[in-house]
């Protein structure tokens, strides 16, 4: 059974073409990831929802943003993407209840820049 | 601060034959280590967790791995290797303290099996 599920699989957009990834769980989990991983490369955090407390990594471009409206969903918008946004996008949950929890990844998103 | 350090960026073994992706931590800590498995255009599928009860630890598809603290290892073993093995693999520390926010991946290690 899928827990955390990310539409689409892939996406193609333009250069400066706001794009919006999507991502929802059946876990029923507190907190909500969002990671870029690029080729070869361990994934990098972007922000992370506990409940609807968002947190952004310092580093986390201003182009990024993220949207949390209910327990179930999570949205990663791109407002104007570059070449160097494209990557895989995996969105990632953890119960939030105890400091040694798992975090349940999706299959990704990998986003494509023309 | 916590670290992962994956000793080897790539390692090769043939199919039949023991795997050992190593792996070493620092953190100020007890820490809780994890072992992620990723193929191709996939997400990280969880193969175990040391959260301080048994120091060895069994996951799943016949991967284990053992928590050396004297050592600063969590080092993750398979006694045969099959070709549905062959992916990337990611050890991952995290504080206690933390609900996930401090997630510190390793570089990855990609497991190739030959036949």
Not at chain 1, 34 to 59: G, I, M, R, V
């Amino acid at each position: 059974d899928a827990m955390v599920i990310q539409n689409p699989r892939y996406q193609v957009t333009q250069f400066g073409k706001p794009v919006t990834l999507s991502c929802s769980q059946t876990l029923n989990h507190n907190v909500m990831y969002w990671y870029q991983q690029k080729s070869s490369q361990a994934p990098k955090l972007l922000f992370h929802y506990y409940d609807k407390d968002f947190n952004n990594e310092a580093d986390t471009p201003d182009n990024f943003q993220s949207r949390r409206p209910n327990t179930s969903f999570c949205f990663l918008d791109i407002r104007s993407p570059g070449l160097g946004d494209a990557a895989m996008y995996l969105c990632a949950t953890s119960s939030g209840q105890g400091s040694n929890q798992p975090q349940h990844f999706g299959d990704g998103t990998r986003l494509s820049i023309l | 601060a916590q670290s992962v350090t994956q000793l080897d960026s790539h390692v090769s073994v043939s199919e039949g034959t023991p795997v050992l992706l190593r792996c070493n931590y620092s953190s100020s800590y007890s820490p809780s280590l994890f072992w992620y498995v990723q193929h191709p255009n996939k997400g990280l599928q969880l193969l175990l967790k040391y959260t301080s009860a048994a120091t060895l630890v069994k996951g799943i598809n016949g991967f284990e791995a053992e928590f050396k603290k004297s050592e600063t290892s969590f080092h993750l073993t398979k006694p045969s290797a099959h070709m549905s093995d062959a992916a990337e693999y990611f050890c991952v520390v995290i504080s206690a303290g933390g609900y996930g926010q401090n997630f510190v991946f390793g570089p990855g290690t990609r497991l190739s099996v030959l036949p």
